[in-house]
């Protein structure tokens, strides 16, 4: 059973910073490309960052040159570096993770429970 944890999420004041984790666990084979989306109440889920198993990445203009997405491969492990934080950054932040499992013959999406970011004016 594949897991994703996700951790470090909490209140803190504009313009300062927090630093999110993702942990996957379970039977993995191999992690292609990694992820940060977020939902805000009343609203859709929406792209934050991505990362490719080769280390490319991808930002949604919104945290462009505020945040910084990175991996530790041999920790399975994906990270979000969120600095300068808007009180419009306030959403619940969801790590995702394209997974091919031992057994299996394809990759396929897998979803962290969520972690709360409040940023307060």
């Known amino acids: 059973q594949v897991r994703l944890v996700e951790s470090g999420g909490g209140l803190v004041q504009a313009g300062g910073s927090l630093r999110l984790s993702c942990v996957v666990s379970g039977s993995i084979f191999s992690i292609n490309a990694m992820g940060w989306y977020r939902q805000a109440p009343g609203k859709q889920r929406v792209l934050v960052a991505t990362?490719?198993?080769?280390?490319?990445?991808n930002y949604a203009d919104s945290v462009k040159g505020r945040f910084t997405i990175s991996r530790d491969n041999a920790k399975k492990t994906v990270y979000l570096q969120m600095n300068s934080l808007k009180p419009e950054d306030t959403a619940v932040y969801y790590c995702s993770a394209e997974i091919l499992g031992f057994g299996s013959v394809r990759y396929s999406d897998y979803w962290g429970q969520g972690t709360q970011v409040t940023v307060s004016s």
């Open positions: 990362i490719s198993g080769g280390g490319s990445t």
